[in-house]
Structures are given as structure tokens and as C-alpha cells.
């Protein structure tokens, strides 16, 4: 049996629609947490960081996301200018 | 280092959370990461109603998000009239939306058009306001989005949802 992420309690088609209710799912591997806390701290097993990392969503989208945030931080500044 | 941002969606009764939603797929459930081609509209229904967050995971050292845009780019297919509503706008925003169970009927304050281009302006609120921001992690106001078609819709259409920020370091 696999062990889960620290703080996951389960993967989402293991519970009910009920079960669920209140409860934080991680969208790329269907892992369930109680809390958002919980989400934030773990350890995807898909990318080997957390959800607070940028290297996190740079491993999800071939390192697209940096790019954004290069993007995001250009405007952010062009407009502090303005 | 940027702040880290996700794109969070609703679901359900009692507001179950899908963090960093892989696909924004409209169509006849109420579900996250959606299967289109499982979950047809039956020509002339809407879809069911998107509830989805910008979500600042990290600030990252930066000081400021704000400036939320969020379109639509590509066409909603041919055959009949299709429109695509949400409570996104740049002038008149009606503050924070509030979370309901996802329907497939029309929802109060969702009657605007999505743009098709990139806003001049703020579309989407923080805290209830289109100048508001964070500073910290959280979350923006709920962007609710749904498609809307008559009985003449035809099947698969495929167009590219747009969500944008500003970061300031």
C-alpha cells in the first residue's frame, strides 16, 4: 500500500460527495486534507515540493510559471512607475 | 524569489476546495477538472456555474498582488447563440460574490459577458473591491463563470481561459 503525503487523509474517490464537504483537495493528484494548512504543507509526490514553492508550479507547467511571474512583477513594477 | 499563485474552484453543497485546478471545463455537473466530453450540455441548458479563486500560496518576499484580469480567448464554438457570463467586470463591481451550490441556471450578478480580450482594468475583486490587494497569502473574491446556449449549440467547442495578476516586489 502507498503511503500517503504527510497530512493527506485519503484520495478524493475514496470519499462521498458528504464526506467531502469542507475538506481541500490538491487538483493534480486528488489528495484529500482537513484543512488548507494541511494542503500547503505537504509534499506532492508529483513534484517533490509544496504548494508554496515556485518550483512547485514550475514542475507542473515545464517551468511556464516563472515566466508569469516574471510577466506579474513587470507590471507590478510599471505601474509603481506610473 | 515571485509569490506563488493557483487558481483554486468550489464544488458542492458545502464548498469543497480543488486547489490548482488543472482545466476549466464547462459542462452538465458541478465538478472540478472537469471531463467535457463525459459531462455534455444538453443544447439549450447552461452549464453548471464555476466558482474559482486566485490563490496567493507565498508571497515569496514580493510586497503586493492585485490588478486581477481574467478573460476568455478563442471563440464558444457554431451553431446558435452561445454567450458566456460572469460576475467579472471593470466598473460597477458588486463586491465579493458569494459562495452558493453550483447550478445550471442563471445566477444573480453573473449576467455579465466574459471579454475576449485582455480588460483595460481590473475585473475581479480582492476583499470585495477591484483597488483591493494582498499582501499576505489568501485568496481573491469568487470569479463565478458559466456558458450559456440555445437549443441550436453544437458540441466541442475549445478556447483558453485567461487569469492575470500583478506582482509588485
Known amino acids: 500500500m502507498t503511503e500517503l503525503p504527510n497530512k493527506a487523509i485519503g484520495y478524493k474517490q475514496d470519499f462521498s460527495v458528504e464526506e467531502l464537504v469542507g475538506k481541500h483537495i490538491d487538483g493534480v493528484t486528488g489528495l484529500v486534507f482537513e484543512t488548507e494548512e494541511d494542503y500547503l504543507n505537504h509534499v506532492s509526490p508529483v513534484t517533490g515540493a509544496t504548494p508554496k514553492d515556485i518550483e512547485h508550479q514550475d514542475a507542473l507547467t515545464d517551468g511556464k510559471f516563472s515566466k508569469v511571474s516574471e510577466a506579474a512583477l513587470k507590471r507590478g513594477e510599471e505601474r509603481k512607475e506610473e | ?169
Open chain 2, 1 to 169: 524569489m515571485a509569490a506563488t499563485i493557483e487558481i483554486d474552484e468550489a464544488n458542492g453543497a458545502g464548498e469543497t476546495l480543488t486547489h490548482n485546478i488543472t482545466n476549466t471545463n464547462m459542462g452538465s455537473s458541478d465538478a472540478a477538472n472537469l471531463d467535457a466530453v463525459a459531462n455534455p450540455i444538453v443544447p439549450g441548458d447552461r452549464t453548471y456555474i464555476k466558482y474559482q479563486k486566485f490563490h496567493v500560496t507565498n508571497m515569496g518576499g514580493s510586497s503586493k498582488i492585485d490588478n486581477l484580469k481574467v478573460w476568455r480567448t478563442g471563440s464558444l464554438g457554431t451553431g446558435g447563440t452561445h454567450a458566456h457570463v460572469t460576475n467579472a467586470r471593470t466598473s460597477s463591481y458588486g463586491g465579493a460574490l458569494t459562495y452558493a451550490t453550483p447550478v445550471n441556471t442563471a445566477v444573480t450578478g453573473v449576467d455579465q459577458t466574459m471579454p475576449t480580450s485582455e480588460p483595460g482594468s481590473a475585473n475581479l475583486g480582492i476583499g470585495g473591491s477591484l483597488t483591493g490587494n494582498l499582501t499576505a497569502t489568501g485568496s481573491s473574491d469568487y470569479l463565478g463563470h458559466q456558458i450559456t446556449t440555445d437549443a441550436s449549440a453544437t458540441a466541442g467547442s475549445t478556447s483558453t481561459m485567461n487569469y492575470q495578476y500583478d506582482e509588485t516586489a
